[in-house]
């Protein structure tokens, strides 16, 4: 496990802190610190704790102000929290037992550094609420099985990610900092920085799992198993929304030929026609379609690519093998 203690404190604040308006790392090798904006009038910093170092004088209400001092100027604070944590990277061996399913941190825990703790429990959720539904209507039990399947190699390829970052980020060797330092300025100089950040995380696409077929091996490649983009659509009222607001929690085929969105109707499954039933204004989904040389796409309730296809031919197929994924729990239209 990762076993690194940081001192974590909450303070009230009259004002916002306007020096800091957005969560920062300082990567000082003496005492690394974190620093960021919570809700209005409140404010935390996090300072790491060297092992073998004695906390209770840091968490001490006296104490706690001083290294507070340099942050504040004529904000007035009141320390409402100090507590030390300690960071781990751990995850459960299985997370099924035939009734018993383990999610967020029960079955995963994180370091902080990638801002995915609470983000992977919340795929868990979005990811085992479908199929809890689905199969408490009628599915095979072993549907839950996909669970594991998809959410496991995800969380661990984030929590290598948070490992990575915190090593970056707490390291105490002054040459390793000033190393770490000077790649950094010379990564946001050349833009590279922002290239970066666009891919350092891993991509929404599961390998494995309830998919009308395996998905690529190569992540890049997946098409069936990764996750549909969100743009706005605008509805039949005329009002602009995110897709999900459309799509609800149905399974739904998005397509802009009348004859597919037929097909999928016919099979029991609701599809969703560009220029009937939404508008596309900045033509996301047009352009994915075209894109991925398809003529509609089957999402999930969770918005992940079940199956898609180029011809009216496939549809069938697609929803046959649905069919035999959720059994009784086949949507009727």
Known sequence: SFRQRWLVVDVALDRPLDRVKHPHFFGDPERPVVCLPMSPGRHRWEWMVHPGEDVE?????????????????????????????????????????????????????????????????????????????????????ALMDSYEAERRPHVEAMIRLAVTMGKFIQTSNSRVAVGRDLLLRTLEVTGINHWGRQRVKPLPAYGDGAFAETPAGLVFKRIVGSQFPQPEVVDTKGCRIKLDGLTGLDWTALTSEPEVADAFGSQGIRSLLAGRDFEDPDKTISDWLIDHESAWVLLRPDQFIYACGATLEEVKPATDQLRRDLGRAFPTG
């Open 57 to 141: 004088p840091m968490i001490d209400p006296e104490s706690i102000r001083r290294p507070l001092e340099p942050w504040l100027g004529e904000e007035t604070a009141e320390v409402e929290r100090a507590v030390v944590y300690t960071f781990h990277h751990r995850v459960a061996e299985r997370w099924r037992e035939g009734r018993v399913l383990l999610a967020g941190d029960a079955a995963h825990l994180t370091p902080p550094f990638a801002g995915q703790g609470f983000s992977s429990g919340a795929r868990d959720a979005t990811n085992l609420a479908w199929k809890l539904e689905a199969v408490l209507s009628g599915a095979p039990a």
